[in-house]
Structures are given as C-alpha cells and as structure tokens.
C-alpha cells in the first residue's frame, strides 16, 4: 500500500517537473520564434530593396536600348521617327522588329 502511494507521489512530482520543463520550452520556442520572424523580416525588406533596385537599372538599360538613337545615342522621343539630335531615321525600337513583317506608315 504505501508503495503504491510512494509511487504516485513520485509520479506526481515527475509530472509536475514535466509540466515546468514544457512550459519553459514553449516559452524558448515562442522566443525563438519571435527572433526568427525579426530576421526573416529584415532580410525580406533587404531582398525587396535589392529587387526593386535591380528593376529600376533594368528598366533604364530597357529605356536606352529602346529610346536611343544608334547613330548618335540621343535619347528618342517616343513615337519619333527622326533623331531629333542628328536626324538619322531611327526606324521601330530594335527589339520590336521582326524580319518579313511589313510596317505601315499611318
Ligand atoms: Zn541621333
């Protein structure tokens, strides 16, 4: 009989030792977490900043390859046929041009 009490007594301090060690692990983890989620937060805005700026250099590559007379390299006027600087033609965007295809003047 007094073992069995014996027994749960020391049954009752392992769960309550369980108990104690659980909840110092959640909160490590809840810890742990938080950390986690500042980091990720930073690199995120890190990674957004490089990726916006990397999109604002290939926009403007875009531009200039686009908008750029070839003779001269004055930036065209959208729509111009004319360098507006040396007046060479300047003809569709290069990217925009594909053989076989017939382009009418309006
Ligand atoms: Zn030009």
Redesign the pocket.
């Known amino acids: 009989m007094s073992n069995d009490l014996n027994r749960q007594a020391m049954q009752r301090m392992a769960n309550e030792r369980n108990r104690q060690a659980m909840a110092r692990n959640r909160e490590a983890l809840a810890a742990s977490s938080r950390r986690i989620a500042k980091t990720n937060q930073d690199a995120l805005a890190q990674s957004r900043m490089r990726q916006q700026k990397k999109n604002e250099q290939l926009a403007q590559a875009l531009q200039v390859s686009s908008y750029t ?1 070839r ?2 390299g ?1 930036s065209r006027r959208p729509g111009a046929s004319y ?1 507006h ?2 007046g ?1 033609p300047l003809g569709p965007p290069p990217n925009s041009y594909k053989p076989g295809r017939r382009w009418r003047i309006w």
Request: hydrophobic content about 25%.
């Open positions: 007379c003779k001269c004055a360098c600087s040396c060479a």
